[in-house]
């Protein structure tokens, strides 16, 4: 157990509970307790197995929050596609899921500073013997794949060209596993550090993960998000975060989940290039 203290609420409607734990920086500061969305999908943030909040996005926004005076979390779980809407329906203070940074999603929350970089990768059957390692792939092997509700992995395979009809949104990231697993599909997009998680993790399911791209010109960056204009809580959580990464923490927090120093976020780009782009 962390030295802070954990509550989690799991509730898959993303209502509060009535314990007093805020959806308000305000609010949490006098409080000391404080809510945050989540989409339980490992490694980025889930439930362990004894029902508590882990993950990598909780336990660096515990640490940027401990030295914000802020030591009780509530996680409400919420699908990953509704996130920004319960964020912006206070449900929650803030979204701590690991989230990509994007124009679409600039619109309606504000992102803080980058926090990591990752690739996209398939969980794919052992031995791969349609040989998917690109979006272009699927068409060319006429294959169908999962991907994650509302994330970046079904507009790669847009721009890729890949049928819709290819293409098989889930709501969660145990469906997709099971899925694959099942031969349902063929196999599953996503990011290269939860492909390689789940391989880990079900060393039964006979599967195994392709090798790691970069989709686009630049990589894709994932972090913290906040409701539009709550300047000062995104202010002080970047200044500690910021922290984080410049005395080498942040590597220390989220190696059990997977992340490495590659995952560390180049200083060159920016959130605001991200929005704009």
Same mark, same amino acid.
């Given at each position: 157990?962390?030295?802070?203290?954990?509550?989690?609420?799991?509730?898959?409607?993303?209502?509060?509970?009535?314990?007093?734990?805020?959806?308000? $920086?305000?609010?949490?500061?006098?409080?000391?307790?404080?809510?945050?969305?989540?989409?339980?999908?490992?490694?980025?943030?889930?439930?362990?197995?004894?029902?508590?909040?882990?993950? $990598?996005?909780?336990?660096?926004?515990?640490?940027?929050?401990?030295? &914000?005076?802020?030591?009780?979390?509530?996680?409400?779980?919420?699908?990953?596609?509704?996130?920004?809407? !319960?964020?912006?329906?206070?449900?929650?203070?803030?979204?701590?899921?690991?989230?990509?940074?994007?124009?679409?999603?600039?619109?309606?929350?504000?992102?803080?500073?980058?926090? $990591?970089?990752?690739?996209?990768?398939?969980?794919?059957?052992?031995?791969?013997?349609?040989?998917?390692?690109?979006?272009?792939?699927?068409?060319?092997?006429?294959?169908?794949?999962?991907?994650?509700?509302?994330?970046?992995?079904?507009?790669?395979?847009?721009?890729? !060209?890949?049928?819709?009809?290819?293409?098989?949104?889930?709501?969660?990231?145990?469906?997709?596993?099971?899925?694959?697993?099942?031969?349902?599909?063929?196999?599953?997009?996503?990011?290269?550090?939860?492909?390689?998680?789940?391989?880990?993790?079900?060393?039964?399911?006979?599967?195994?993960?392709?090798?790691?791209?970069?989709?686009?010109?630049?990589?894709?960056?994932?972090?913290?998000?906040?409701?539009?204009?709550?300047?000062?809580?995104?202010?002080?959580?970047?200044?500690?975060?910021?922290? &984080?990464?410049?005395? !080498?923490?942040?590597?220390?927090?989220?190696?059990?989940?997977?992340?490495?120093?590659?995952?560390?976020?180049?200083?060159?780009?920016?959130?605001?290039?991200?929005?704009?782009?």
């Amino acid at each position: 157990m962390s030295a802070v203290a954990l509550t989690v609420m799991a509730s898959a409607c993303g209502l509060g509970g009535d314990d007093g734990a805020a959806v308000s $920086y305000a609010d949490a500061k006098s409080t000391g307790k404080i809510k945050i969305g989540f989409a339980n999908e490992a490694p980025w943030a889930f439930l362990d197995a004894g029902g508590e909040l882990t993950g $990598y996005a909780p336990t660096v926004a515990r640490a940027v929050l401990k030295n &914000l005076g802020i030591n009780e979390i509530e996680g409400v779980v919420t699908d990953f596609d509704g996130l920004i809407d !319960g964020l912006r329906a206070n449900n929650y203070a803030f979204v701590a899921a690991g989230m990509f940074i994007n124009p679409k999603r600039c619109e309606s929350s504000d992102f803080a500073i980058p926090d $990591y970089q990752v690739g996209s990768a398939f969980l794919v059957p052992r031995g791969n013997p349609s040989n998917i390692t690109r979006f272009e792939d699927i068409t060319r092997a006429n294959v169908h794949v999962a991907t994650l509700g509302g994330a970046v992995e079904n507009g790669y395979a847009q721009d890729a !060209g890949v049928p819709g009809a290819l293409i098989e949104p889930m709501a969660k990231q145990d469906d997709i596993l099971r899925a694959v697993r099942n031969g349902d599909v063929y196999g599953g997009a996503m990011l290269d550090v939860t492909a390689s998680w789940l391989s880990k993790h079900n060393p039964d399911a006979n599967l195994e993960v392709t090798q790691s791209f970069q989709q686009g010109a630049r990589p894709d960056v994932g972090t913290f998000n906040f409701r539009l204009d709550d300047d000062e809580f995104r202010a002080d959580f970047n200044r500690e975060l910021r922290k &984080l990464h410049e005395s !080498g923490e942040w590597l220390k927090l989220v190696e059990p989940f997977g992340l490495t120093a590659a995952n560390e976020p180049d200083p060159a780009f920016t959130t605001e290039q991200y929005c704009a782009a």
